[in-house]
């Protein structure tokens, strides 16, 4: 499917130069002079290289069409993570690699969407918003709740995010995974 530069999103799979590249990173770019462009960090699927390439944003690139399956994350062992798809029950092993954007913010038992490419597995999109509970932070100071500063915490899968100065540990909240940002309590 060819689509316009501008419209790539984290998480894509192109195909470009003879090969599939993962987008790791976008950002547009508007110099003072001349024309504007898409700068894209992208990872090669097969090889595992980065590259940082500008794209003119009138360009035009093509997205590789991926067919989705809900599955289930079921456990981690060492670098390996195991997946179940719920309709047929049949198991998947992906690398560490593969999930690096996803892993702060998966539990065991949590769905996940698996896009995968003529059978074989290629990237996981996580839910918009996931709940996960605060396991440490800074205790709160009395009057501190109207202030606009953020105190770092810890979540349950170890992940650092900064929260609220109200939070305290145990409260669970509900995390953007695109971001990374605290949303509201849960």
Not at 42 to 53: L, S
């Amino acid at each position: 499917m060819v689509i316009n530069v501008v419209s790539v999103r984290v998480g894509n799979i192109l195909e470009w130069n003879n090969g599939l590249w993962r987008v790791m990173k976008t950002q547009h770019v508007t110099p003072g002079k001349g024309v504007a462009c898409m700068q894209l960090e992208m990872r090669n699927i097969e090889t595992g290289t980065k590259t940082n390439k500008r794209f003119n944003s009138t360009e035009k690139v093509e997205r590789v069409v991926l067919s989705q399956r809900d599955m289930q994350y079921l456990y981690a062992d060492g670098d390996d993570y195991h997946f179940m798809d719920m309709e047929t029950y049949d198991q998947i092993t992906l690398g560490a690699d593969m999930l690096e954007d996803a892993l702060p913010y998966m539990l065991p038992e949590a769905m996940v969407t698996v896009e995968f490419h003529e059978e074989r597995p290629l990237n996981v999109k996580l839910p918009q918003t996931v709940v996960l509970e605060v396991v440490e932070c800074d205790a709160s100071i009395k009057g501190q709740t109207a202030t606009g500063s953020y105190k770092p915490g810890k979540l349950e899968t170890g992940a650092s995010i900064m929260v609220p100065p109200y939070l305290e540990s145990g409260t669970k909240v509900k995390v953007n995974t695109e971001t990374g940002e605290f949303m509201e309590r849960a």
